[in-house]
């Protein structure tokens, strides 16, 4: 038998496929029936008919019950013979009329009618069926499929995952978006599964990330426990957000923005203002006078470090791969420490951070290039912290040398000695500098003595600078900074440190230990989440990250996803 031979498309079928598929029909669709509110108004609309349907479900089961019976009875009457049908007919006419003559007749014959009415409107599907979509059964069987080489024990009583088996043996939970889209799954697992090992929960989650999508962001709940996980598909968040004034107090420093969830205030926050950013922001405050055109304030969570004196988490471990936003998310805090009055210091060894900006900015001490000065301001630092702390033990405030005091002295509070000054402006401003001598800053007359301001050591690329610090026969570099670290907790001293993800093996634990505020940039690999962060991240997803997207912990709290402002070197020189 030769198959059939399918009949061409008439004209205006062709003519409506055309339509379908022209620009301004998919533009209609995705700008229009898929716009963010008029899909929460759909799914409002949807929850709120679900609702009434409850509500009224008894009513329902007897309407349909009415008329299930009208349609059997109409089948009867035209289905039996004339007078078998009049018999019939007056024999049961005669029994109704004789019951509701009774004492409780019209009673029972409305029971009666209520009780056929409820059982001919029952719910006749057919018992044991999938209530999921074909789509939403193909979508978590997959699922389930690609989880049972990693996650089947044939020891196990309850066989969650074995091969053939059907979603529904492990999955207890999902949720699906308007666009049909898995945002929540919950699923059961054996008790023999080493969920404690980091391998192993490594390879269920790159397993789930292959099967619900590697561009999409993820959130783990490992219950060891109770034996469950919760995997949480995370919505994007919002990029292009610049370097701004950022209304938080004078101790907090914003890292850059994170989930609602993560965070427990929004601040206002200016952004570009495209329709694709729309679904992650909440809704605009007030548009304030003097907005660039093209952005739009809205209210987002902000991922906040706070500094304080003492503070159990005062110094900074950034870590991020090539492109991954790091310098950017270095040049950020540079500018809110330095809009604060606070004084700062740059060692930049691998000279790809363009931090020539800040030369001759107030409070800049130093920004240097060359490794042999920037061994010297480490050592000229830790004296540094030691004067501060020796004073703020004491109980002493601090206070300027005045400009005619004898040579300076790294013990009284002077600044760097000239012959180790080096700014990245070129060899005129260093031999202007080197003829001149120290310059220090005169502050206003008062009667009291007034604190110094806190003061910031930023070394990018430490691997480089301890690379050249054995090049030129020195002590490695990173002794000193763990001490310094140690002592500056009390001293007002803060420490930054950035190295490349794959040179954070390399660094000493000692030092390691110090900077116990985290930042990785870019994708991270299980050996440096677990030096970064003490163990897989419980986040996970895109292989290909944007820009200043990563993840942050400080001290000993959760690992939660950051996107790092955009600061370009323009915005250091606005300062």
Same mark, same amino acid.
């Given at each position: 038998?030769?198959?059939?031979?399918?009949t061409?498309?008439?004209?205006?079928?062709?003519?409506?496929?055309?339509?379908?598929?022209?620009? $301004?029909a998919?533009?209609?669709n995705?700008?229009?029936?898929?716009?963010?509110r008029?899909?929460k108004?759909?799914?409002m609309a949807h929850?709120?008919?679900?609702?009434?349907?409850?509500i009224?479900?008894?009513?329902?089961?007897?309407?349909?019950?009415?008329r299930?019976?009208? !349609?059997?009875?109409?089948a009867?009457?035209?289905?039996?013979?004339?007078?078998?049908?009049? !018999?019939e007919?007056?024999?049961? @006419?005669?029994?109704?009329?004789?019951?509701?003559?009774?004492?409780?007749?019209?009673?029972?014959?409305?029971?009666?009618?209520?009780?056929?009415a409820?059982w001919?409107?029952?719910?006749t599907?057919?018992?044991?069926?999938?209530?999921?979509s074909?789509?939403?059964?193909a979508?978590?069987?997959s699922?389930?499929?690609?989880?049972v080489?990693?996650?089947?024990?044939?020891?196990?009583?309850?066989?969650?995952?074995?091969?053939?088996?059907?979603?529904?043996?492990?999955?207890?939970?999902?949720?699906?978006?308007?666009?049909?889209?898995?945002?929540?799954?919950?699923?059961?697992?054996?008790?023999?599964?080493?969920?404690?090992?980091?391998?192993?929960?490594?390879?269920?989650?790159?397993?789930l990330?292959?099967?619900?999508?590697h561009?999409?962001?993820?959130?783990?709940?490992?219950?060891?426990?109770?034996n469950?996980?919760?995997?949480?598909?995370?919505? $994007?968040?919002?990029?292009?957000?610049?370097?701004?004034?950022?209304?938080?107090?004078?101790?907090?420093?914003?890292?850059?923005?994170?989930?609602?969830?993560?965070?427990?205030?929004?601040?206002?926050?200016?952004?570009?203002?495209?329709?694709?950013?729309?679904?992650?922001?909440?809704?605009?405050?007030?548009?304030?006078?003097?907005?660039?055109?093209?952005?739009?304030?809205?209210?987002?969570?902000?991922?906040?470090?706070?500094?304080?004196?003492?503070?159990?988490?005062?110094?900074?471990?950034?870590?991020?791969?090539?492109?991954?936003?790091?310098?950017?998310?270095?040049?950020s805090?540079?500018?809110?420490?330095?809009?604060?009055?606070?004084?700062?210091? !740059?060692?930049?060894?691998?000279?790809?951070?363009?931090?020539?900006?800040?030369?001759?900015?107030?409070?800049?001490?130093?920004?240097?290039? *060359?490794p042999?000065?920037?061994?010297?301001?480490?050592?000229?630092?830790?004296?540094?912290?030691?004067?501060r702390?020796?004073l703020?033990?004491?109980?002493?405030?601090? *206070?300027?040398?005045p400009e005619d005091?004898?040579?300076?002295?790294?013990?009284s509070? @002077? *600044?760097?000695?000239?012959?180790?000054?080096?700014?990245a402006?070129?060899a005129?401003?260093?031999?202007?500098?080197?003829?001149?001598?120290?310059?220090p800053?005169?502050?206003p007359?008062s009667?009291s003595?007034?604190?110094? $301001?806190?003061?910031?050591?930023?070394?990018?690329?430490?691997?480089?600078?301890?690379?050249?610090?054995?090049?030129?026969?020195?002590?490695?570099?990173q002794?000193?900074l763990?001490?310094?670290?140690?002592?500056a907790r009390f001293?007002?001293?803060?420490?930054?440190?950035?190295a490349?993800?794959?040179?954070?093996a390399a660094?000493r634990?000692?030092?390691?230990?110090?900077?116990?505020?985290?930042?990785?940039?870019?994708?991270?690999?299980g050996?440096?989440s677990?030096?970064?962060?003490?163990?897989?991240?419980e986040?996970?997803g895109?292989?290909?990250m944007?820009?200043?997207?990563?993840?942050?912990r400080?001290?000993?709290?959760?690992?939660?996803?950051?996107?790092?402002?955009?600061?370009?070197?323009?915005?250091?020189?606005?300062v």
């Amino acid at each position: 038998m030769q198959p059939a031979v399918r009949t061409p498309d008439s004209v205006w079928t062709r003519l409506g496929h055309a339509l379908t598929e022209s620009p $301004p029909a998919a533009w209609f669709n995705d700008s229009v029936l898929h716009h963010p509110r008029v899909a929460k108004g759909r799914g409002m609309a949807h929850e709120g008919w679900a609702r009434v349907l409850d509500i009224c479900y008894p009513l329902i089961v007897l309407v349909r019950g009415t008329r299930r019976g009208a !349609v059997r009875l109409g089948a009867w009457w035209k289905g039996t013979p004339k007078e078998k049908r009049r !018999v019939e007919a007056v024999v049961t @006419a005669a029994c109704l009329v004789g019951i509701g003559l009774l004492q409780y007749g019209p009673l029972l014959l409305i029971l009666g009618f209520i009780g056929g009415a409820a059982w001919l409107g029952r719910d006749t599907a057919r018992k044991g069926a999938d209530p999921e979509s074909p789509a939403h059964i193909a979508k978590l069987q997959s699922i389930y499929n690609g989880l049972v080489p990693y996650l089947q024990d044939g020891d196990d009583p309850d066989q969650h995952f074995k091969p053939g088996g059907g979603y529904r043996d492990a999955f207890t939970a999902w949720e699906f978006d308007e666009r049909d889209r898995l945002i929540w799954l919950r699923m059961d697992y054996s008790a023999y599964f080493r969920d404690g090992e980091t391998e192993s929960r490594a390879k269920v989650e790159r397993a789930l990330e292959g099967k619900i999508g590697h561009s999409n962001e993820y959130l783990y709940a490992w219950d060891e426990e109770g034996n469950h996980l919760d995997v949480r598909i995370l919505p $994007p968040l919002p990029e292009g957000i610049g370097a701004q004034p950022w209304p938080v107090a004078d101790i907090e420093f914003v890292l850059g923005v994170t989930d609602p969830g993560s965070a427990g205030r929004l601040i206002p926050v200016v952004v570009p203002d495209p329709d694709a950013a729309e679904s992650t922001l909440t809704p605009e405050t007030a548009r304030p006078e003097g907005l660039p055109p093209g952005f739009r304030v809205a209210q987002l969570a902000p991922a906040v470090w706070r500094i304080g004196t003492p503070n159990a988490y005062p110094h900074l471990l950034l870590a991020g791969g090539p492109a991954s936003g790091k310098s950017t998310a270095v040049r950020s805090l540079l500018g809110q420490a330095l809009a604060r009055g606070h004084r700062i210091a !740059v060692i930049d060894t691998d000279q790809s951070a363009e931090y020539g900006a800040l030369i001759g900015r107030p409070n800049v001490l130093r920004i240097t290039e *060359e490794p042999a000065d920037a061994l010297d301001l480490l050592a000229w630092f830790d004296l540094e912290v030691e004067r501060r702390a020796e004073l703020g033990s004491a109980g002493e405030t601090f *206070e300027k040398p005045p400009e005619d005091s004898a040579a300076p002295d790294t013990r009284s509070g @002077a *600044e760097p000695p000239s012959s180790n000054l080096t700014v990245a402006g070129g060899a005129e401003s260093a031999d202007a500098q080197r003829q001149t001598g120290p310059q220090p800053r005169t502050r206003p007359q008062s009667s009291s003595k007034s604190p110094e $301001p806190p003061l910031w050591l930023f070394v990018d690329d430490l691997p480089e600078l301890c690379a050249a610090a054995g090049r030129l026969g020195r002590p490695d570099p990173q002794d000193t900074l763990a001490a310094l670290a140690r002592k500056a907790r009390f001293a007002a001293v803060t420490l930054v440190v950035t190295a490349r993800l794959d040179q954070v093996a390399a660094l000493r634990p000692a030092l390691r230990n110090q900077l116990s505020s985290r930042i990785a940039l870019g994708k991270v690999d299980g050996a440096t989440s677990t030096l970064l962060f003490g163990g897989t991240l419980e986040l996970g997803g895109a292989q290909l990250m944007p820009p200043g997207r990563g993840y942050v912990r400080i001290g000993a709290g959760p690992v939660i996803r950051l996107q790092a402002p955009y600061a370009p070197t323009l915005a250091l020189s606005a300062v």
